[in-house]
């Protein structure tokens, strides 16, 4: 897999986050924006989407790699890239790295 990394304008961002909420709500996930894009209004890297578990019943299940976030994200039409340690600020999270239309989307998943 070869990322070009076009780069992300906030139009598109929103653009994406809208479908993505609208693809993962019906299945009790909800989505957020953070990072570069949304701060600088573009990014030449990436976008940073935040998922949540909306029912409060499922989250102490929600990053067991049994649960099937992920795979709703192939779903969705995201190709995982990697899986890593997201090292910003000494804020040490999970981040999962996909591809979406050449462009890199950062996932992180909230409990």
């Known amino acids: 897999m070869n990322i070009i990394n076009l780069p992300w304008t906030f139009i598109e961002m929103v653009e994406f986050a809208k479908q ?61 890239i990697e899986e890593r340690n997201h090292e910003y600020n000494n804020d040490d999270k999970l981040v999962y790295q996909f591809e979406y239309n050449d462009r890199r989307v950062d996932i992180f998943l909230l409990n």
């Open 20 to 80: 993505l909420e609208q693809f993962l709500s019906i299945r009790d996930y909800h989505v957020g924006i953070t990072g570069g894009c949304l701060y600088n209004g573009q990014s030449n890297k990436d976008i940073d989407i935040i998922i949540y578990n909306h029912r409060y019943d499922r989250i102490s299940s929600f990053y067991n790699k049994d649960t099937k976030i992920l795979k709703y994200l192939e779903e969705f039409g995201l190709e995982m």
